[in-house]
Structure formats: C-alpha cells, structure tokens
C-alpha cells in the first residue's frame, strides 16, 4: 500500500512538472510583450505618434523603438515611470534580450540567431489596412481612442518563429507564392514554395519578420507572402496549449483563444470600422 501510494505521488509530480515550466515560460513571454507595450507608451509621449512603419523594406517597429532610446533591448523598460538612460542602440543581425518567446523552441534553437516572437498588427487585409500598424501611416493615441479605445485595439500578437528549413510544410513557415495575395486565403503550390526564415530577423520592417495581419484567426494556416512582399496572410500563432498572447494598445495582455470568432478577431486588428473603409 505504502509502495503505491509513493508511486502515485512520483506520478502527479513527474505530470506536474511540464505543466510548471510552460508556466514559466508563459509568465516569461508574457512579461516580454509588456515591456513592448511600455515602449510603445514612450515612444508615443516622445514623437507624437507610433512607430511608423513602410512596405517593403525598412526597419521594424521594434528596431525604431530601440534606437529611439538608443537602447540594447527593453529589459530596462519594465517600470514606466523611468525612462531609460541611453547607452547604445542593438545592431542588426544580433540577438535582442526579450524579443524570443521561451515556449517557442524554434526561437530559443541557436542563441546567437536574430530570431523574434513578436509581431505587430497591420489591419485586417492582406496590404496591410486598417491597424494601428498600418504601412505608411502615422498613427496616434487619439486617433485609436476616439475610433475603439486603446483597450480593445491590438498592437502586437505573438508568430511562431520558422524552423529554418525550407521546403516544409510546417505551422510555423510560410508559403512564398507569386501574388499578390488576397482575402481568398494561400494558393495550393509545391513544396519548394515553403520557406522557414520566419522570424529571422527582429530589425527588418516585413511580413517575414515583424508585421503580420489579423485575418487568420489564431493558430490557423497556411500563412503566406506574395514575391514581391507588399501583400500576404501572415497569421498570429503561439506555441502554448490553446492560447495567443495579444498585446494591446494600452499596453494590457488578452490571451485569445483559436477557436475565437473571426468577426470579433477581426474587430480586434482594425481601428475603426473596417467595412468603411
């Protein structure tokens, strides 16, 4: 009796252990997209606007945010009401503190990779319309609140990170197809049309690396660019059991679910009322 007891007591421990470090890691990603949102705010009382960002080509919000603060990484962005002391803006093609999601091991494989977990929101159609991260738009704070409110309007979601190899028909990679990409959803083409660099790249203004769009709902594929990479359906995507973490405008956390309405996940990506636009 003694002996079974034991051995069911080994059990539910050796059970509970998974189930505590993807707690871990989720408090740990969660923690990374507020410092963002911390940023953000900061960024905004500066300049007056958010990021702005251009299609295609450019640097990612992130990267104009870090080197606005002159800054290696958000990590020191945890407590608003201290700005942070510049010391120097994190170059290209290096690993940024914070910027990797510990459940997504695709994103933690090769430390020295320039990897990034977290996307900002572009609207709700494949060019790219209607978010706070519209491509050639300035947007501000007030133009947000008076259309949804802060609270109710997505900023950054999380994407699963590529596993480098293309060629693969994996949640995490995407299709490069000839476009330009509509609503309709990704063509059907061959397998050497899949590429695995998603997420490659923290600094870079694209749907590879640093946009993505709120037309999948979460979790949903395939996801795909168009060549000339100004239209695609990059969806949001995460690694933990059924839930998306979304960071939004007023620096808040919702955690979504993948079987959430589409309406009201498009409702989400979009400032306004997207059906007049």
Same mark, same amino acid.
């Given at each position: 009796m003694v002996t079974a007891i034991l051995g069911f007591a080994i059990l539910c421990v050796m059970m509970a252990l998974p #189930? +505590? /470090?993807?707690?871990? /890691?989720?408090?740990?990603?969660?923690?990374?997209?507020?410092?963002?949102?911390?940023?953000?705010?900061?960024?905004?009382?500066?300049?007056?606007h958010y990021p702005h960002v251009t299609l295609p080509g450019g640097d990612g919000p992130l990267k104009t945010m870090l080197d606005a603060f002159v800054i290696p990484d958000f990590l020191d962005l945890r407590d608003p009401t201290k700005p942070p002391r510049p010391t120097q803006a994190a170059p290209r093609g290096t690993r940024v503190p914070g910027l990797a999601c510990p459940s997504d091991l695709n994103a933690t494989a090769t430390p020295a990779t320039p990897t990034v977990s977290y996307r900002a929101c572009t609207g709700d159609d494949p060019g790219g319309h209607g978010g706070a991260f519209?491509? +050639? /738009?300035?947007?501000?704070?007030?133009?947000?609140?008076?259309?949804?409110?802060?609270?109710?309007?997505?900023?950054?979601a999380e994407r699963l990170v590529g596993d480098g190899r293309d060629g693969r028909g994996k949640s995490a990679n995407y299709v490069n197809c000839p476009g330009p990409v509509d609503s309709a959803g990704c063509p059907s083409l061959s397998p050497d049309r899949w590429r695995g660099d998603s997420g490659a790249d923290w600094a870079e203004s694209s749907w590879r690396s640093t946009l993505y769009s709120h037309i999948l709902t979460p979790n949903a594929g395939p996801s795909c660019i168009a060549e000339? /990479? #100004?239209?695609?359906?990059?969806?949001?995507?995460?690694?933990?059991?059924? #839930?998306?973490?979304?960071?939004?405008?007023?620096?808040?956390?919702?955690?979504?679910?993948?079987?959430?309405?589409?309406?009201?996940?498009?409702?989400?990506g979009t400032v306004g009322d997207a059906s007049k636009r």
């Open positions: #189930r +505590g /470090r993807e707690t871990s /890691r989720m408090a740990r990603c969660q923690d990374n997209l507020r410092v963002i949102g911390v940023g953000l705010s900061m960024y905004h009382q500066s300049r007056g519209e491509p +050639g /738009r300035l947007m501000t704070s007030a133009e947000i609140e008076a259309a949804d409110g802060l609270g109710f309007t997505a900023a950054f000339d /990479r #100004r239209t695609a359906l990059m969806g949001a995507s995460s690694a933990h059991p059924g #839930r998306i973490n979304v960071l939004l405008m007023d620096g808040s956390l919702r955690g979504v679910s993948p079987t959430i309405a589409p309406q009201v996940w498009w409702a989400l």
